[in-house]
């Protein structure tokens, strides 16, 4: 079913390939898409695409710590103005703004792999040790805005 996949953008179908090789930093496809989605929400808007590839079952999400919440967190940090994003029936919503920030964090990557001539490996190691390293000052805390938003407390 259509409702429980989520769509891999065909454009960058070599790139996600390149990232799950032997040598690659990831071991899964759903993996460097979850990277890909968390880049592209630091890094931009959701970019919207046509072309796919196979879709990849959404319960890999669930073999992940915090996959599935990955995705509500994405959604509820871009549609700040309606809650009712995290409804059960607004999960294609939900998976939508996820597949397009991750085609927003693969053009990154793209960008970065063009720009530096280094390996995969590398590119994803500085853009991990790059987070790590700012600031809190400048670091976005997307956790804290959905909080603060809704009026919630964390305990």
């Known amino acids: 079913m259509a409702e429980d996949r989520f769509r891999r953008p065909a454009d960058h179908e070599d790139l996600l390939t390149a990232m799950t090789t032997k040598d690659g930093p990831f071991t899964t496809l759903y993996e460097a898409m979850m990277f890909a989605a968390t880049l592209g929400a630091r890094k931009g808007v959701p970019t919207p695409f046509t072309r796919t590839d196979e879709p990849i079952n959404l319960s890999r999400l669930g073999n992940r710590t915090h996959g599935e919440i990955l995705v509500d967190l994405l959604a509820a940090a871009r549609v700040t103005d309606d ?3 995290l409804a059960d029936d607004r999960l294609q919503d939900r998976v939508r703004i996820f597949e397009e920030y991750a085609n927003t964090g693969l053009n990154f990557i793209r960008g970065e792999l063009n720009a530096s ?5 590398d590119v994803v190691n500085n853009l991990v040790l790059d ?5 809190p000052d400048t670091k976005p805390d997307v956790v804290s805005e959905i909080l603060d938003v809704g009026k919630l407390v964390w305990e």
Do not use: F, H, M, V
């Open 131 to 135: 987070a790590l390293a700012e600031t």
């Open 83 to 85: 809650p009712k994003i």
């Open 117 to 121: 001539g280094r390996d995969i490996s």
